[in-house]
């Protein structure tokens, strides 16, 4: 607001330094935070890579992060920044920053939301260094940057308004995550493990409604397969839908209603739909390139680059020429083709090849294997499975609305545009 103070960032807390390489990352171990954690105000663990307890040590020497510290990127993907939570073990990534602020004069997620707030954020470019590769924030310079700092009272409520949206934000995902959890242990007990069949060919009780049971052989054939159940290349499931990029130089291709899929775009861990883009297209980009739009329900696969990365499409939309569009066929359905794919996105990455970028390709897929249930146990998989992809869409779809209330109320709150009692109404 306008009669808050400004002090500087220094004034505030310690602002610490990151590492300036990147160690060997292992399989298990403290967590190594690279910058491509950092997702709009929040951390994304969901593709973590770990350090040995010896270099967890030397990558410490500087600082180890704590619970409600920010940390921030100061090159690249300028402007990034979030709160290290409670139990996370973890080291900086190159490129990060760190600000230990002193709850006494500032409250952590205060200085978070004032941070990522939009007036902020323009403050930190027109402070940025263009290289001539990267830009960069001169991290020096930093703890000289000024900074608001209304009384703690204010920064409580600002923090509780603000936090109650970002904590049903954060219990939404989590939820998400053990409704995708469940969604994916039914389809490995089924089609991998088949867990059923065993039982069955085993005499053990029944786990399933009896018609769902009734649906599964009773033993394993020669191959050690499902009886009857056959061996397929695993592109045999689904249509391959090759995906495009309008002309960049034509305007009337861009900004239009269309939703464009790319990389960028991939929901994060335990939200699996995709519902809004970046970028949109027109119907005269469309029309005129080799985008294709796809149905609800379509998963989206990045095939080049970034290989494996999934999503599966909330409303229609189209995507770039580095992803494919998979659709199921032959009574394959929707949640079977997107769990399939995930659990086959490993091996996917492990053929992917190229002389500049990995890439998988329409033969990638065909030179993987997987079983062809009966058309009935594929109706009913996806009967089963579809009451858990509902309410995972439906809780992103409430996310999206709390994060575009939190991302209205934040500036205004942050620039004095709204009173406290004003957006406590809203």
């Known amino acids: 607001m306008d009669e808050w103070p400004t002090v500087t960032v220094a004034d505030l807390g310690e602002v610490f330094d990151g590492p300036h390489a990147t160690p060997k990352t292992v399989d298990e171990g403290p967590i190594f935070l690279g910058i491509g954690a950092l997702k709009s105000g929040r951390l994304d663990l969901g593709e973590t890579r770990h350090v040995t307890a010896e270099d967890f040590k030397k990558w410490t020497r500087r600082v180890e992060p704590r619970p409600g510290d920010i940390v921030f990127s100061y090159e690249t993907r300028l402007g990034e920044a979030a709160i290290i939570p409670e139990g996370l073990r973890c080291c900086?990534?190159?490129?990060?920053?760190?600000?230990?602020?002193?709850?006494?004069?500032?409250?952590?997620?205060?200085?978070?939301?004032?941070?990522?707030?939009?007036?902020?954020?323009?403050?930190?470019?027109s402070r940025t260094v263009h290289g001539a590769t990267v830009d960069r924030i001169l991290l020096k310079e930093f703890p000289s940057f000024p900074f608001p700092c209304p009384p703690l009272e204010d920064q409580e409520k600002v923090v509780s308004l603000l936090g109650a949206l970002d904590d049903k934000i954060e219990l939404n995902r989590k939820t998400n995550e053990t409704l995708e959890a469940l969604a994916r242990a039914i389809f490995k007990d089924w089609f991998v493990d088949f867990g059923p069949t065993r039982a069955r060919a085993e005499g053990r009780a029944p786990y399933l409604a009896p018609a769902l049971w009734d649906l599964f052989p009773g033993r394993l054939d020669a191959e050690g397969k499902p009886e009857g159940w056959d061996i397929k290349p695993f592109s045999d499931l689904f249509t391959i839908i090759g995906g495009g990029t309008p002309k960049k130089s034509v305007a009337e291709y861009w900004n239009g209603d269309i939703l464009w899929f790319s990389v960028v775009d991939a929901p994060p861990t335990g939200e699996i739909y995709v519902v809004d883009t970046a970028t949109r297209i027109?119907?005269?980009?469309?029309?005129?390139?080799?985008?294709?739009?796809?149905?609800?329900?379509?998963?989206?696969?990045?095939?080049?680059?970034?290989?494996?990365?999934?999503?599966?499409?909330?409303?229609?939309?189209?995507?770039?020429?580095?992803?494919?569009?998979?659709?199921?066929?032959?009574?394959?359905?929707?949640?079977?083709?997107?769990?399939?794919?995930?659990?086959?996105?490993?091996?996917?990455?492990a053929m992917a090849h190229g002389s500049v970028f990995s890439t998988i390709t329409r033969d990638t897929f065909a030179a993987l294997d997987f079983v062809r249930a009966s058309d009935a146990l594929f109706v009913a998989f996806e009967e089963t499975v579809e009451p858990l992809f509902e309410r995972i869409g439906a809780h992103v779809e409430e996310s999206r609305t709390l994060a575009q209330t939190r991302d209205l109320l934040l500036p205004k709150l942050m620039s004095g545009e709204i009173r406290l009692r004003d957006a406590e109404r809203m």
Do not use: W
């Open 282 to 349: 027109t119907e005269k980009g469309l029309d005129e390139s080799s985008a294709r739009l796809v149905r609800a329900g379509t998963t989206i696969i990045s095939a080049r680059g970034t290989v494996g990365k999934l999503a599966m499409a909330r409303h229609a939309m189209t995507f770039n020429q580095s992803c494919y569009g998979l659709q199921g066929q032959d009574g394959v359905g929707d949640r079977f083709v997107y769990l399939s794919a995930q659990h086959m996105v490993g091996r996917l990455q």
């Open 92 to 125: 900086l990534g190159r490129r990060m920053g760190l600000v230990r602020v002193d709850p006494a004069k500032i409250h952590p997620r205060f200085f978070l939301y004032n941070y990522i707030a939009p007036h902020y954020q323009e403050f930190l470019r």
